[in-house]
């Protein structure tokens, strides 16, 4: 089972609330808030259901990794460290975990008190425009995410 990376791009003026009750669901509250999510066929009709407003596509481990060192943050405001996982957790760093993350073997709430989102910043150079689809040279819908990733650590 693969690992979805998804970005919200745009806000919420103007939403209908089926919309923004999706967006709640995936605990996308924020613009370059992101989440990861398993590929299921749930996560995928949300995901067709908020096409115009997140960017996503399936991450791989270096990208998890960097995701979890860079930006994850534990209840209280701290930053997830190594030490963090080794003493509280059945491995031994970030690195192992964000391979089994990304294998479907571990799941984000397997390391206690992490929060379930990651706040990133925006991309160098841009999205190239957040009304458009990957397609149409914009940022919206299915994408090489990990570049992405890279761009906003």
């Known amino acids: 089972m693969t690992l ?13 609330r089926s919309v923004k009750d999706t967006m709640q669901m995936l605990r996308l509250n ?7 999510l398993k590929n ?20 791989n481990h270096e990208s998890a990794e960097e995701i979890l060192r860079n930006r994850g943050e ?9 030490d963090f996982m080794k003493n509280n957790t059945e491995y031994k760093n970030i690195k192992s975990f964000a391979k089994d993350l ?3 073997k571990a799941a984000l709430s397997d390391v206690p008190k992490l929060k379930q989102f990651f706040r990133l910043h925006p991309p160098r150079k841009g999205f190239g425009g957040i009304k458009k689809s990957v397609q149409e040279g914009g940022g919206l819908g299915m994408r090489d995410i990990n570049t992405l990733i890279y761009r906003m650590r």
Do not use: F, P
Not at 5 to 16: D, E, S
Not at 43 to 55: F, H, I, N, P
């Open 4 to 16: 979805l990376a998804v970005v919200r791009l745009r806000g919420t003026v103007g939403v209908r």
């Open 30 to 36: 924020r613009t370059n808030h992101c989440v990861l």
């Open 40 to 59: 299921t066929q749930s996560s995928l009709g949300m995901l067709a259901k908020v096409k115009d407003y997140v960017t996503w596509g399936e991450i």
């Open 74 to 82: 534990l209840e209280g405001g701290r930053s997830l460290t190594d």
């Open 102 to 104: 990304v294998e479907g």
